[in-house]
């Protein structure tokens, strides 16, 4: 477990850093599978969702990386969008991702992320934030749980095959 980590701001989108994010963005997906996703990674699916990431930072989207003795022990991605105008196309900040590889999670790194991407929502004077987690992975669940995150949809699946 860490006993010291900061948190950074991913602002340059040719910043080293953003390799590191990509693979550990991979592990999170491997991570997700063994929790219940049922959707796999693509085989460039790291690459193309930091090509999206890097295409939306400064404008509607913002990347936070935790640093631990020189070295990237997870990350957060945000970003900004509109609900639907007959909900009242309120502002909302969503949390995509966050991740903390395993020996340093119950430390605090997973918490200062979310509140670094909760204070830069509450800059933007969001309505609401929204996230999603997956049904199986009790420890995400109760972490948002303890960060004061209410349950409010259930998302279910049915893969093609079964049809």
Known sequence: MPDKFEILELTDKQDPALEQVTGLFSEMYTYMQEHGLMLELSEDGAQKWIASVKKGLGRFGILYISL????????????????????GSKKTGVINHVYVISDHRNAGVGKALVQSLEKWFSGLEVHSLELQ??????????????LGYHRELLQCRKMGEET
């Open 133 to 146: 987690v997956l049904f199986g992975n009790l420890p995400a669940v109760s972490f948002w749980d303890k």
């Open 68 to 87: 631990h003795n020189n070295k990237i022990s997870g990350f957060a991605h945000g970003s900004i969008k509109l609900i639907p105008d007959y909900l």
